[in-house]
Nanobody
Framework: VQLQASGGGLVQPGGSLRLSCAAS????????MAWYRQAPGKERELVAT???????TYADSVKGRFTISRDYRQKTLYLQMNDLKPEDTAVYYC????????WGQGTQVTVSS
């Protein structure tokens, strides 16, 4: 499995971005997927997860603002981020959790006026 994240950039507070993670070699029917982020000087943290049934979980800090989703046919994972705040600034990573751990490369998100 290879994961390729994209969609990061510079956005003003209150703005939106949609991150994508293209997954080659992915078995969509069994893969549990996630987005993580790592801000400067901080540990990498879990942002959201999605499992094959479509069930999702979110970090408290992003609930109600971020939405994780997946396109099974295109084997692509998404993270829709709305009402972005400066504290959302980080490098965002996609990750396969199950059946085995695989990290994608990160994409930088900067929220600043």
């Amino acid at each position: 499995v290879q994961l390729q994240a994209s969609g990061g950039g510079l956005v003003q507070p209150g703005g939106s971005l949609r991150l994508s993670c293209a997954a080659s070699g992915l078995r969509s029917s069994v893969a549990h997927m996630a987005w993580y982020r790592q801000a400067p000087g901080k540990e990498r943290e879990l942002v959201a997860t999605i499992i094959p049934s479509g069930a999702t979980t979110y970090a408290d800090s992003v609930k109600g603002r971020f939405t994780i989703s997946r396109d099974y046919r295109q084997k692509t994972l998404y993270l829709q981020m709305n009402d972005l705040k400066p504290e959302d600034t980080a490098v965002y990573y996609c990750k396969q959790l199950v059946p085995f751990v695989t990290w994608g490369q990160g994409t930088q998100v900067t929220v600043s006026s």
